[in-house]
């Protein structure tokens, strides 16, 4: 019997963690990336225990273990006077899995590396760089290259980022287009032994130590952290359009921004915070940070959309990537039995069922990112009641898709409240 045939558009996080949860005995899957495939960005990704137990049961810890992750062991807060505000030791144990600090590159890697690999459950994930997809036809499951080739899947898996083209195709022009939030976001990854040579800095904080700190105040905030065993140290400055010293009607929404810039943007910051953008030898990466609304929908036909392509979310709750975890992990539990012989109408159904057991959750998710990025911004279509230490029980509090859907299905029922979502109503306020 032929193989089912799973096409992935985008070879991103959430398009490869997707092709390694699908690749299976009599599956053929293939990955389409517009890129060369050699550019992920030079920064930090930590992956929530939500995320990071999905990485474990996709055998993802041996071939990352030589790359120095790290579990992070403390969340210290600042004031941009520099005094301590909190202290709180990691208490991520109790969610089963820790928070994890990897360089994205050693992700990316490890990612193509289980995917490719020729011994792995199913044949190996064939992944074609150089191939941008303009269009999809959803219901015949057939992409189309800029290059004229058209590829014909059974399913088809969108996971071609913030600017994707698949959700133009699922949903039609303009459905949510990526907002501007007017923050940006400057990236720095630093020589923990250049950081070192600041007496300042090291006076206050042990760069090698596992340990996510935040100077927040002015509108600004500065997290920052070690990756690879400590030997890197990871920043973004998270700066409002207004303050930024840049010029902000940039071309592009990524470019290369200018030390002495993000310099100024700190200038009242002490020190040692000042040491850390000093610390740098090459120019920060800069963002406009974008997000989009939930989407009214993931699916049309045998189409689904995943990762940022179906919920980019601005970085202020660390989900986006593991967020793309849990759809790679949905689409495994709900397609498991899929193989050829599945009829069109059960493939969709099974889509169906990764949309509703996700699109409410990670819809609540990116509510709450935006909250705490901006206070005062647009929430979106909901307003969520919960404060930072229950959402963080939210967020990490996840043992997959098909025991999600089973907790919402009963909590909706023990509270009588109908509804089509599986939000659970009390932690949210629809805005009227
Ligand atoms: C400052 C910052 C910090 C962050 N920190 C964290 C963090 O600590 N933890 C976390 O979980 N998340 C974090 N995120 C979010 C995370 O980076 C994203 O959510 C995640 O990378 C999204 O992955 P993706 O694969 O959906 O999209 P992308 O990474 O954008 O990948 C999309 C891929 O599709 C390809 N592509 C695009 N268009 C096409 C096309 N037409 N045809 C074929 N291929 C195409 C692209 O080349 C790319 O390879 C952060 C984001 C920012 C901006």
Known sequence: MADLRIIVVGGGIAGLVAALALRAPRREVIVLEASRMNKELGALISLQPNASKIATSLGLDSILASTGPMEDKAFRVYNPEGQKQMDIPSDFQKYGAQRIIYHRVDLHNALKEACTAPHG????????????????DCEKGIVNLESGTTYQGDIIIGADGIHSNLRTSVL????????????????????????????????????REAATIMVVGHDRR??????????????????????????????????EGDTTKLFESFAEFPEWIKDVLRASNTA?????????????????????LIGDAAHAMLPTQGQGASQSFEDAEALQAF????????????????LREVYETRHARASLIQAYSRQQAKPGMDPATMKVKLNPVEFLDYNCKYDGAKAWRQKMNKQNVVE???????????????LS
């Open 121 to 136: 459950y199913g044949k190996p994930v064939q992944i074609i760089p150089s191939s941008r997809v303009l269009t999809a």
């Open 172 to 207: 039609g022009q303009g459905v949510s287009a990526p907002k501007p939030t007017g923050l940006s976001a400057y990236r720095l990854l630093l020589d923990t032994a250049d950081l070192e040579r600041s007496k300042a800095f090291t006076s206050v904080i042990n760069p």
């Open 222 to 255: 500065i997290v920052m952290g070690p990756g690879r065993d400590g030997s890197v140290y990871g920043v973004v400055a998270i700066v409002p359009d207004e303050h930024m010293k840049e010029d902000s009607d940039m071309k592009s929404w990524t470019s």
């Open 284 to 304: 920060p990466a800069l963002y406009q940070l974008r997000d989009i609304d939930p989407l009214p929908n993931w699916v049309r036909g045998r189409t689904i």
């Open 335 to 350: 397609l498991r039995d899929v193989n050829k012989d599945t009829s069109e109408a059960e493939i969709k159904h099974c």
């Open 416 to 430: 009588g409240v109908v509804s089509h979502t599986t939000v659970p109503l009390k932690v949210v306020e629809p």
